[in-house]
């Protein structure tokens, strides 16, 4: 890729939640080298880039993006043993599709989350009380201050609820390349979340590995939190705010608040933290499901999906700060926004 021939394109093609004026210089990259071509011109010609995958944490400018779009598009599945090596591009559900396929357990609870597998370490994916950082070996990455190839051990990547090395100290500073999961040949699935564990239920207590995926399926499929085309409820980032997690002082807090406004508060115990129901604290803010102003609104079947309905990207920054300052304002606790809002 020495001669760089870059398409324009609307980067609301490549985001789940339809956002995001156009883009000059995009570039597709299928291989590591690829990557490392990209890179080089980057730094050559002294430009600035954005290294998009699957697009479904990501929100770009109404007006575009004046840079490289490098566009992740490596593909393959390695498997040696119990050890699964995944190019970064790989859609992340084709993944668990195959891993449950084969009857390899670990992942399974997390079917039907959008975006691609080298995203995952950097956000810590998780749902249904599974993380990816439980079964990830190693991280493979290109440092894009030295454009060398480098190598992170689970231990390495600093993980901790929804986030990374890669998400906070070294935010940008890596491009995750490959990603080494080591799942479980057993195929024996750890149902940890009530909710999954009620809707296993009608399989009649037969926990496979494939009756939890089709589940988890389902669960996501009525909240419109797998993403589809005729669907404007999945039109989304999926969750937009992180579950707050309280120290003891924090919690007291909150609970003194939630007596004050005469309200069961909605929370559960992390460890010797206290995780908080992002869904609840918006709810009982006033922004209920379906709630919409502007073209921009809360889903109808999930209140941490903040959905495009024909708005534009600065009205959701918009909408979704005000939802920050109401939440706030009621119950003195700061939400954390989970997708990346790039700058144009």
Sequence with gaps: MSDFNFRSVKLSDYTTIKLGGAASKFVECGTDKDLFDALAFAAEHGMRFHVLGGGSNTVFPDEGYDGMIIYVNTKGIEKAGDLFAVKAGERWDDFVKYAVGLNYSGIECLSGIPGSTGATPIQNVGAYGQEVSNVIETVKAIDVRTLKAVEFKNAECDFSYRNSRFKSKDKNRYIVTE??????????????????????????????????????????????????????????????????????????CFISVCKSLNLEANSFRAGDKYKISAAWLIEKSGFEKGYTENGIGISNKHTLAIVNRGGSASELIEFSERIKQTVYNKFKISLEREPEVVLG
């Design 179 to 252: 990603v080494v999961f080591r799942l479980n040949a057993s195929g024996a699935a750890e149902i940890k979340y009530k909710e999954l564990d009620d809707y296993l239920g009608t399989y009649h207590g037969i926990n496979s590995l494939n009756n939890v995926r089709d589940a988890v399926m389902s669960i996501r499929g009525k909240k419109s939190m797998v993403y589809d085309e005729n669907d404007g409820d999945s039109h989304s980032c999926g969750s937009f705010f992180t579950n707050p997690v309280l120290n003891s002082a924090e919690f007291e």
